[in-house]
């Protein structure tokens, strides 16, 4: 994207290669009679943690909007599809930008002639051969990554203690070998991912529920509250209940 003639062009990239990172989210870009919208969708039903999946979403799309947009990082709106969280007087002041919600669709609207804006960095040569070396990513790791959004979906359809690998296995009808083998070629451990989506639970729970945090750690399979305190801080950086006080509206 540093190497798109312009900002349009970057976008376009964003849209077509952002799958090669993440395969839960889709990225989708138009333009209108006088506005740029950049859309997203997630591919698997992430159930209760769809809100947190959708606010990470957007704050990538933040940043990401204000490095290449820099001074120009105004007139810019976010729209959610989901009603007003409880902590919804923070979206404001995170995204530095208007927010809307109970909208059609996720989505982020900016002034179209902004699309026309000069990447600083932009150079043909390097950029035909990024977009070479992504095409060649996207055809050979599609099936991997496949295989990382279907153990997240998989995942996110449990209600309570995730399975291991080779039960992960059995459930999406392959050998536990075939498994590991994907998940090496694309960069992620199994543990990485289960991870990932204990983190988004937890979260979410912290948040909008009024479970104790021993009860969320039950949930989330931990027999021992204390190892899901350090898990968390790992995962966040600070503890069950001092995330809790900050994002919980009360």
């Not at 933040?62 to 120009?72: D, S």
């Not at 109970?102 to 804006?117: A, C, G, R």
């Not at 055809?139 to 209600?159: C, H, M, N, P, Y």
Request: aromatic share 12%; proline share 4%; charged share 20%.
């Amino acid at each position: 994207m540093l190497s798109s003639e312009t900002f349009r062009d970057a976008l376009k990239v964003l849209c077509k290669y952002a799958k090669t990172r993440n395969p839960v989210v889709q990225y989708d870009f138009k333009e209108t009679s006088n506005l740029a919208v950049l859309e997203f969708s997630q591919m698997v039903d992430l159930k209760g943690a769809r809100i947190l999946y959708t606010e990470g979403s957007m704050a990538t799309v933040k940043t990401f909007l204000k490095f290449f947009l820099a001074e120009k990082f105004k007139d810019i709106n976010f729209y959610f599809s989901y009603l007003p969280p409880s902590h919804a007087n923070l979206y404001e002041e995170l995204l530095e930008c208007p927010v809307v919600f109970s909208w059609t669709k996720d989505q982020v609207t900016f002034p179209l002639e902004y699309l026309d804006i000069p990447m600083p960095l932009a150079e043909a040569t390097a950029l035909d051969i990024a977009l070479l070396q992504c095409e060649g990513f996207i055809s050979q790791a599609a099936e991997d990554f496949g295989v990382v959004g279907r153990i997240k979906a998989t995942l996110f359809e449990l209600e309570s203690q995730f399975p291991d690998l080779k039960n992960m296995a059995s459930l999406l009808n392959m050998t536990p070998r075939t498994l590991s083998r994907h998940l090496n070629e694309s960069g992620y451990s199994f543990q990485s991912i289960v991870n990932e989506v204990l983190e988004i639970r937890a979260c979410h729970f912290l948040i909008n529920s009024n479970k104790s945090v021993k009860e969320i750690a039950s949930i989330l399979g931990y027999a021992v509250v204390s190892n899901f305190r350090r898990a968390f801080k790992s995962w966040t950086g600070e503890s069950p209940n001092v995330y809790q006080t900050k994002h919980k509206q009360s």
